[in-house]
Nanobody
Framework: QVQLVESGGGLVQPGGSLRLSCAASGFTFSSYVMSWYRQAPGKERELVADITPGGVTDYIDSAKGRFTISRDNAKNTLYLQMNSLKPEDTAVYYC???????????????WGQGTQVTVSS
């Protein structure tokens, strides 16, 4: 079965760093657009960063210069390196896989269960 399992969240001080990981299985990881989303209490889920199969990346404005999304196709793993963390980054972070239907197939979208990131003094 398809699985996306996030890890690496935790409690950090403002200015600190975390690296989130998302281990994927059950689908062709290398063909999927992978994304990190986050959702803070009482707020809508928002896209933080994404990366295409070819390695092209994009970020929400507030993450630019601080966060780096990457992927290791050999390990079927997605990463989010978060530096210079701010209290506003506090949220549950989710990984998403999107097949896009680019290769004559149905579009499949998968979500992980989320990992908590808390930035506080």
């Amino acid at each position: 079965q398809v699985q996306l399992v996030e890890s690496g969240g935790g409690l950090v001080q403002p200015g600190g760093s975390l690296r989130l990981s998302c281990a994927a299985s059950g689908f062709t990881f290398s063909s999927y657009v992978m994304s990190w989303y986050r959702q803070a209490p009482g707020k809508e889920r928002e896209l933080v960063a994404d990366i295409t199969p070819g390695g092209v990346t994009d970020y929400i404005d507030s993450a630019k210069g601080r966060f780096t999304i990457s992927r290791d196709n050999a390990k079927n793993t997605l990463y989010l390196q978060m530096n210079s963390l701010k209290p506003e980054d506090t949220a549950v972070y989710y990984c998403k896989a999107d097949g896009m239907g680019w290769w004559g197939t149905k579009r499949f979208v998968y979500w992980g269960q989320g990992t908590q990131v808390t930035v506080s003094s």
